[in-house]
């Protein structure tokens, strides 16, 4: 029989060893559910923009023709200056056109005699038919002289203002206010005209251009019309009266250009050969700062787009099958939602369809920590976006000096 003080240590050893078969083996410790920054998103309405590509042109453009034919004499203007409607440009010599009108004024004081004439004795004769001196026949004989001096003198007025005209189209002036063009044709040259008033051969001496305003010619394919006339028979557009719809410039250099302009014209049919309606706007240039045929960026101000959701731009996802977002669903998982965002307003990406109102977009943290990043299923813990917390561009936190 042991003694107790041999029984002591034998129930100590036994229980130990019933300890250690009582704990079960424990796997490595689970890694909670990675962090991100959601924001929760609501329909709003925000302004329908457009960006296209347009070409500038010059509100009113008249070319300087030569409306008589004769030696051009001199260039008045300064080649590039700006002119006022009716500034002398150019002289042609006005010499025989001079003497048209001298001969023209000949043939009418001779009318005007021949006619005189014939009146005195018409005169004559009327007053003479009620004694019986005068026969009946010889009166209409003179009132018919007296008629055709009359219209003698009708036609001979009639040259008298053609000469005069002719001798003023030999000084060329301005037909509106604008720049003026380069000279097409020295002193010295002999120009001429085809056809008189009509333009038709006539020489062309220069252009003169008007650059306040200035028209914006741009297009826009029909298909994207009918896609918002569409959207605005549903309600989901709310399309701007021409005359409210506005447009901002972009110049070639990218940078904004101040004076904000308006449309103007829109075409009725659709372009055969490219598929697009012509569209016109009108850009306010009083600084003569633009100059026609320089291509800008147009960002046009088409109306109101309802029913959309504005989303951070980092927050967006692209792939082979298109844009999509990730969300956080009522399990605290991730979901992705594919979604149509073709345009932007600011930072911010606009949504037009995918989303659903209070839905929770996860904008940061979709790396997750991991090399695959937040997946869809994958349980994750969302917290607020700020979007002043998010690290600037090229800031690197400063390493601080280890304590020896």
């Not at 003080?5 to 490595?28: D, V």
């Not at 559910?33 to 042109?57: A, C, E, I, Y």
């Not at 604008?178 to 005209?193: C, D, M, P």
């Not at 028209?215 to 569409?230: D, I, K, P």
């Amino acid at each position: 029989m042991k003694s107790p003080s041999l029984r002591a240590p034998a129930l100590c050893l036994g229980l130990l060893a019933l300890t250690a078969c009582g704990k079960k083996e424990q796997g490595p410790p689970q890694m909670p559910p990675p962090q991100v920054s959601v924001v929760t998103v609501q329909p709003s309405s925000v302004p329908l923009t457009k960006d296209l590509v347009g070409r500038l042109s010059a509100f009113r453009s008249a070319d300087v023709l030569a409306r008589v034919s004769g030696l051009l004499l001199k260039r008045v203007y300064t080649e590039g200056s700006d002119v006022k409607q009716g500034q002398l440009m150019f002289q042609i010599d006005p010499a025989p056109y001079q003497a048209t009108l001298d001969s023209a004024l000949g043939n009418l004081a001779s009318a005007k005699a021949t006619y005189t004439n014939a009146h005195v004795v018409a005169e004559r004769d009327r007053s003479l038919i009620p004694m019986g001196y005068v026969s009946r026949a010889q009166l209409d004989s003179d009132e018919a002289a007296e008629r055709s001096a009359s219209a003698g003198v009708q036609q001979a007025q009639a040259s008298v203002q053609n000469a005069r005209i002719n001798l003023g189209y030999t000084k060329v002036t301005a037909p509106i206010d604008g720049r003026s063009g380069e000279q097409q044709v020295t002193e010295g040259a002999i120009v001429g005209n085809g056809t008189a008033d009509a333009g038709a051969n006539s020489t062309l001496l220069t252009t003169v251009q008007q650059l306040d305003p200035l028209y914006v010619n741009f297009t826009m394919s029909s298909a994207e019309l009918t896609a918002l006339q569409r959207a605005e028979s549903a309600g989901k557009v709310a399309l701007s009266t021409p005359d409210k719809t506005t447009m901002q410039v972009s110049l070639p250099d990218g940078s904004r250009y101040n004076q904000p302009g308006t449309l103007d014209f829109s075409a009725a049919v659709v372009n055969a050969t490219t598929g697009a309606v012509n569209l016109r706007g009108v850009l306010p240039n009083p600084q003569h700062q633009l100059l026609p045929g320089t291509y800008v960026t147009l960002s046009i101000d088409l109306g109101q787009q309802h029913g959309v959701f504005l989303v951070p731009q980092q927050a967006l996802q692209r792939d082979v099958a298109g844009a999509y977002l990730l969300v956080v669903d009522k399990d605290g998982k991730a979901q992705r939602k594919s979604v149509v965002a073709d345009n932007n307003q600011g930072n911010q990406w606009i949504v037009t369809s995918g989303l659903s109102a209070g839905d929770q977009v996860i904008v940061s943290g979709l790396q997750g920590g991991s090399p695959m990043g937040i997946q869809p299923g994958m349980p994750v813990q969302p917290t607020p976006w700020q979007a002043d917390s998010a690290p600037q561009a090229g800031h690197q936190p400063q390493p601080t000096a280890a304590k020896s």
